[in-house]
């Protein structure tokens, strides 16, 4: 697509280092094979159903009133707009108004699930379904860590960020936009950021969406690392493509779907919304809006290459009615959330949302609270791609390391919580209890010391010991203990970083040199 | 049924402090009526039916086989024995085998629901179906809070945690042991924490369950609250029994369980699980035992009196299989709590479970995880009657003030939440949609001035502000805001304290000298 000769080099290289199966691949998985991680999640749990069936169709029909009477602008983009035309929509100035059911019926040639190869095969994950992805914190402009307090982001915090999500069995996806590397460039980061997340991780990652021509930049070095039949054929990148809520797509967004989209790579179509201040103060309202903003983005993906990759996204919070301020985990996001979900169901498309979201500026108690209180309804909700799992603080302005590992270690319960019920004999224990009888105890029998290994999640950052040992260890609260935690992840990065084919590093050490070269440096 | 000279006394008077409705209700209620409280949650989301049917059967067959084959122990209790004999169990010394069905058909005269009596009919708690109600923490001997550490509770800390109860909105019910107050003598403090609930709160409360003797009081105090007739007909307090697992009532919990019945009163019959330890180290395991357990207690409570009302009680966590120690807030206990929850439904009895459990020592990240990992499974799954819903710290050793009013402002958010889906025309919001249009905002528009009061709940401990303002206000964390509420909430109390009818207060206290008079102190 861009630079034929990189590509054509590259693709070589990468076939090489992939092929089917792949030599490359198959080391890097055995050098990372010290480190246990986690599939995908495919849930043994059912979705919560909580909007019935009136509520869900009403949603649905107040959507398709607003598309076609409120309609959605399409911004300072003339082929949107002239796709639109052509597709039957009635387009007044940027503003596009589509006949019930036009997007809809366009959403059909999207896919219902789809799979995002990783570099190593082994971590390829499945998109849709009963599957679950997690992915870290995107966004934020600050790090926080206890020690250094909140600064700007750096390059390094970014490359940190990638090893833990690494590191993290749970995280099944390396992300995007772990944080943002303020200290280079505007025009030339996100090379180094598709770099680090290729460098420091065998897991599947996300694209720039900054501007088209950065989306073409991360194909193209997805093409370097994976090939050019590859590429075209399957999708190895995700990115996220955010509405300009209310009822705007605008023009840097649709340049990067439209960039994506071609090159049959997928994309998160995203309402971001502050109810109260991006959408009306209610869940309904809420709803609705969410569903016309992504049935119009979704739609116009399939427009520019029908069975394009793509996942409705809702990323929903509520503003405090007397600051403005963005809050989070609180009730009404939730039920926005679940409804969202069922939304995207009836749809027959992926759906993502939620995380450890929280306005709190600390790793304490409020951030807990309200990272749990959207973490647990996303999963319950059956979201299929999570972003901002892990690491998320003060409104996503801020990557935290300590909630880093704290969000981690709540990932990996989730993922045991939705494995559901054994009901195996061995899960039914009724030799146990048979053995054990009343008044006696567990702690010995035949049955537990057989399952004495996997039995419970093991919390990494929980402390259950007595308080009187407690204390004696220092008293430590959890983020002080996660603290020491990220510290000892991070570091042991090292032994067990991925192989990255040396040929396939250098081709896009060189990819990027030739880029930079190309610009003076921007920083807004 | 106790002392018939001073229950005829304190009737006579509670019926006058009563009635039919009640002066002194109704002043009570307008005393309090500057203070909002919220009525009992009538759940409008569905509960959330994560175990299938097959497994449903599959643990009810299996736990229809412990009891039929390994039996429960009723210790001590030739009463308990001959009971079971006469209704057709087989009886070997204490172990009691049931035939299949046996106790599935005794439940059935229980009651689906029942209304819990508040001295202030406003209060009053109807408990089953769809309804969910809030109680505060119950068991700890220490108390702790940021100033004053972690210390023996005493009879003020008592005080204390009944009118922070009684002051929050959303804890419909007192609770019983709210902490332990272990400066009064062990044979004489059920009076005085019967007492404190009774005078500090006009919401529903438990009654002692130590001995027979303090459940008989704690039903003598009620009948000077609320009259013999009254009492007689109605249930005015409800009563933890738990079972000592694995697969024994005890001596003491049969005593206090066959008071209660025998006056009508409600008990929560609860087998209390550290699973691995008292139960099986696998959740299908855990429920198999909870279901046998509950279902003998229950049934024998049909046997003392039947229609008696009961509620099938599920505690259960896991243990730390590498230290014993117990854990919560992990993935295993909730899913224990919502096959417990489906299993209550089938069986036709309300279910108790859930709260704001944790291990943590502090009120910091690991108790928030913890506790809401714990408390929104507990709603979703449908818990009729939710015990340690607020304060619970140190897996139920400490009552904390802090998070005793952090606990507090998430029950807020659960009660929204389990109000669903406002799809009215005001909900649908379709006018606000239609009024701001492409690239506004709503935060001025028709809708949301209408609507500006009661949209997204208002955390009374989460800080929204900026960094630079929360900064500048102190940069405190979650716990520590959460000590300046307490203080203030608890320095209310004063202005907002319930009345009292001062004869029925002198009857409680005549009632409560003549106990304390008639025996020694006893420590043990």
């Not at 460039?185 to 950065?214: C, Q, W």
Request: glycine share 10%; charged share 20%; aromatic share 8%.
């Amino acid at each position: 697509m861009n630079d034929g000769t990189e590509e054509e080099g590259g693709g070589r290289r990468g076939r090489r280092g992939r092929g089917g199966g792949g030599a490359a691949a198959r080391r890097a998985a055995r050098r990372g094979g010290g480190l246990e991680q986690l599939k995908f999640i495919e849930r043994r749990i059912p979705a919560y159903e909580i909007l019935s069936e009136d509520g869900l169709a009403l949603i649905e029909d107040n959507a398709e009133t607003v598309l076609q009477e409120v309609g959605i602008e399409f911004r300072s983009d003339a082929e949107a707009l002239a796709l639109w035309r052509q597709a039957g929509a009635e387009v007044d100035g940027e503003r596009v108004r589509f006949p019930r059911g036009l997007c809809r019926k366009l959403i059909e040639t999207a896919p219902a699930r789809f799979t995002q190869h990783a570099r190593n095969p082994e971590r390829s994950v499945e998109i849709g379904g009963a599957n679950t992805v997690f992915a870290p914190v995107y966004g934020p402009p600050f790090a926080h860590d206890l020690e250094g307090g909140r600064r700007y982001a750096t390059i390094e915090d970014f490359r940190n960020f990638v090893k833990l999500a690494y590191m993290t069995p749970a995280l099944h996806h390396s992300g995007g936009t772990v944080c943002e590397p303020v200290d280079l460039p505007v025009n030339k980061r996100h090379l180094d950021m598709v770099y680090s997340h290729i460098r420091y991780s065998d897991k599947p990652f996300m694209g720039s969406v900054t501007a088209p021509e950065r989306a073409e930049d991360s194909v193209a070095m997805a093409r370097l690392v994976f090939g050019d039949g590859f590429v075209d054929e399957n999708c190895v990148l995700i990115s996220l493509i955010n509405a300009n809520s209310p009822m705007v797509w605008d023009e840097t967004m649709l340049g990067a779907l439209k960039a994506y989209a071609r090159a049959g790579q997928a994309t998160l179509i995203t309402p971001f919304i502050l109810a109260g201040a991006m959408a009306p103060v209610t869940v309904a309202g809420t709803l609705t809006q969410t569903l016309a903003e992504a049935m119009a983005g979704m739609a116009f993906a399939q427009l520019v290459r029908p069975g394009a990759p793509v996942v409705f996204g809702s990323f929903a919070s509520s503003i405090s009615m007397q600051s403005g301020a963005p809050t989070f985990g609180t009730p009404e996001p939730a039920l926005v959330l679940f409804g969202a979900a069922q939304l995207a169901r009836r749809l027959g498309v992926p759906f993502r949302s939620g995380g450890s979201l929280c306005a709190s500026k600390l790793p304490d108690a409020q951030a807990a609270y309200e990272s749990a209180q959207t973490l647990l309804p996303a999963l319950l909700a059956g979201v299929n791609f999570m972003l901002h799992g892990a690491g998320w603080l003060e409104g996503g302005l801020v990557s935290s390391y300590e909630k880093f590992v704290m969000d981690a270690d709540q990932l990996g319960m989730m993922q045991t919580l939705a494995g559901g019920y054994d009901l195996s004999e061995n899960g039914q224990a009724m030799d146990a209890i048979r053995e054990v009888g009343p008044g006696s105890h567990y702690l010995g029998c035949a049955h537990t010391r057989a399952n004495f290994e996997t039995a419970f999640y093991r919390s990494a950052i929980a402390d259950n010991n007595s308080f009187e040992q407690w204390e004696a260890e220092g008293g430590l609260d959890a983020a002080q203990r996660a603290h020491g935690l990220w510290k000892q992840t991070l570091a042991a990065h090292a032994e067990h970083a991925p192989e990255l084919d040396p040929g396939i590093d250098e081709a896009l050490q060189e990819f990027m040199t030739k880029k930079k070269d190309s610009m003076p440096d921007a920083f807004t």
